[in-house]
């Protein structure tokens, strides 16, 4: 198998102070959650910001300073990923700003459906306009898929030439309207995929089961209180490394090394996706 990589998600939309003291909210608390995460084993960081409030944001001004605090912490290898779903009901163009810092990696939720109580809305136009400003910023998709169609769609851009290069999705279970956490929906997912895709999975929820499984598959892992809050039953996590530690050691068990930052781009062939993002623009 390939190493393993662990991405961190420390913050994400939904998690509040109510439902754990230890979240990170501001650019600097984040930063500093990412930094401890990195040094567990961290190779990738999927960020997400607030505002003053402790409400999503997708204030450009707030990413860059959060991005820049994380590199001033951990350097430029660590790989960065940021969301286009960080706040529900904007424009096309508020969700697309900041491609402006053309990070790493940028989410690409290629699909919509009922998430709790309101509509996570992800029309094909929209898609295409994201997908057209991640080329134009060469930034590569990470291609989040809640159910099979998503998937469809996301072929759908591939064959528009809106999508190039080595495919990488996030299987996304456990959300409100989107595919159960079950292994089997799990394995389901994985079959669904085009061949070549590198993968890996999300857990909102049977998430050490979800992650275990992923790992004895050869897919990658994303943790952080983003996607749950506690390191065992009833327990709270007190930072996102603990949740990153609990997933170097059960990929010690499996005889799977963790991947370094710079291993990491060279396993999602991110230098690969670029060039072939240029060439489809030229």
């Known amino acids: 198998m390939e190493k393993l990589i662990i991405t961190v998600a420390p913050t994400g939309t939904g998690t509040t102070r109510k439902d754990t003291p230890y979240v990170p909210l501001?650019?600097?608390?984040?930063?500093?959650?990412?930094?401890?995460?990195?040094?567990?084993?961290?190779?990738?960081?999927?960020?997400?910001?607030?505002?003053?409030?402790?409400?999503?944001?997708?204030d450009v001004e707030l990413y860059r300073e959060t991005v820049e605090r994380v590199?001033?912490?951990?350097?430029?290898?660590?790989?960065?990923?940021?969301?286009?779903a960080g706040k529900h009901g904007l424009s096309d163009e508020?969700?697309?700003?900041?491609?402006?810092?053309?990070?790493?990696?940028?989410?690409?939720?290629?699909?919509?459906?009922?998430?709790?109580?309101?509509?996570?809305?992800?029309?094909?136009?929209?898609?295409?306009k994201l997908a057209a400003e991640m080329q134009k910023y060469n930034v590569k998709p990470e291609i989040e898929a809640f159910h099979p169609g998503m998937i469809t769609n996301a072929m759908k851009?591939?064959?528009?030439?809106?999508?190039?290069?080595?495919?990488?999705?996030?299987?996304?279970?456990?959300?409100?309207?989107?595919?159960?956490?079950?292994?089997?929906?799990?394995?389901?997912?994985?079959?669904?995929?085009?061949?070549?895709?590198?993968?890996?999975?999300v857990a909102f929820e049977n998430q050490f089961a979800i992650n275990t499984m992923t790992i004895g598959?050869?897919?990658?892992?994303?943790?952080?209180?983003?996607?749950?809050?506690?390191?065992?039953?009833?327990?709270?996590?007190?930072?996102n490394a603990e949740l990153v530690e609990r997933m170097v050691n059960v990929a010690y068990e499996f005889g799977r090394e963790v991947a370094t930052p710079a291993e990491a781009r060279k396993i999602l062939q991110l230098e690969e996706y670029k060039a072939a993002t240029e060439i489809s623009l030229s």
């Not at 567990?40 to 607030?50: E, F, P, S, T």
């Not at 590199?71 to 286009?84: Q, R, Y």
């Not at 851009?157 to 595919?179: K, Y």
């Not at 394995?187 to 085009?194: A, I």
């Open 217 to 239: 598959m050869g897919g990658d892992v994303r943790v952080g209180m983003e996607d749950h809050v506690y390191i065992r039953p009833g327990v709270l996590a007190k930072t």
């Open 157 to 201: 851009l591939v064959n528009e030439g809106l999508i190039t290069g080595p495919l990488h999705f996030q299987i996304v279970l456990g959300a409100d309207g989107g595919m159960p956490a079950t292994p089997k929906d799990l394995l389901f997912m994985v079959e669904s995929l085009p061949p070549g895709s590198s993968w890996g999975s």
């Open 26 to 58: 501001t650019p600097k608390e984040i930063a500093e959650e990412v930094h401890l995460a990195w040094k567990a084993g961290a190779a990738v960081a999927h960020l997400h910001v607030r505002d003053e409030n402790g409400l999503p944001s997708m």
């Open 94 to 128: 508020e969700r697309m700003a900041f491609l402006q810092l053309a990070p790493d990696f940028a989410s690409l939720d290629t699909g919509s459906l009922n998430l709790r109580e309101i509509v996570f809305m992800n029309s094909p136009s929209t898609l295409r």
């Open 71 to 84: 590199k001033d912490k951990c350097g430029d290898e660590l790989i960065i990923s940021l969301t286009s």
